[in-house]
């Protein structure tokens, strides 16, 4: 598997990711139909945050054989997306991608839904803790918990 930057190429297979996770992993903590089903499109999300310079600057995916499993935004040192293609998932994609963040781009922490226990599982099983700090999700009445390197932490 192969981590790079990605490519204006990779946008439609990158935001294609991107829409299937939200509907799969938040649809059921937000409940927000006309979001979900109606905002969060494909061509949308393309046109008007991917397809950014400032976004395109900050995405890596993973490719494996040509196909795009997975991708990360990184912002400085902080995970701000990591989405693997739910048909790829626990399949070690994943992790190659949060390692490939820590060994090669320092990210040293994130913020992860409270009720997205799977992935904050994920996160400490590579060595991300909870701090304690917590923030609510724009909009709603969900919270966002802040996540650190353990290192970081000692």
């Keep these: 598997m192969n981590i790079r930057k990605a490519t204006e190429e ?8 991107f829409v299937f996770n939200n509907r799969i992993n938040y649809f ?6 006309d979001f979900s089903f109606g905002e969060l499109q494909v061509v949308s999300l393309i046109e008007n945050y991917f397809g ?17 499993k ?15 293609e739910p048909c790829f998932q626990s399949g070690g994609v994943g992790d190659v991608l949060i ?8 990210v040293d922490f994130l913020w992860a839904l409270e009720k997205n226990t799977r992935a904050r ?3 400490n099983c590579h060595g991300f803790i909870e ?14 918990l802040k996540l650190v390197r353990r290192e970081k932490v000692l």
């Design 70 to 84: 997975g991708f990360m935004e990184i912002r400085g040192t902080e995970i701000g997306k990591l989405y693997v």
């Design 131 to 144: 701090t304690g700090e917590k923030e609510h999700e724009e909009g709603t009445m969900e919270y966002l």
């Design 10 to 17: 990779d946008l439609s297979r990158i935001a294609e990711i």
């Design 52 to 68: 950014k310079t400032e976004i395109m600057d900050t995405l890596f995916v993973a490719e494996d054989n040509g196909i795009i």
């Design 99 to 106: 390692k490939y963040a820590i060994q090669n781009l320092h």
């Design 28 to 33: 059921p903590i937000f409940k927000q139909e």
């Design 121 to 123: 599982a994920f996160y």
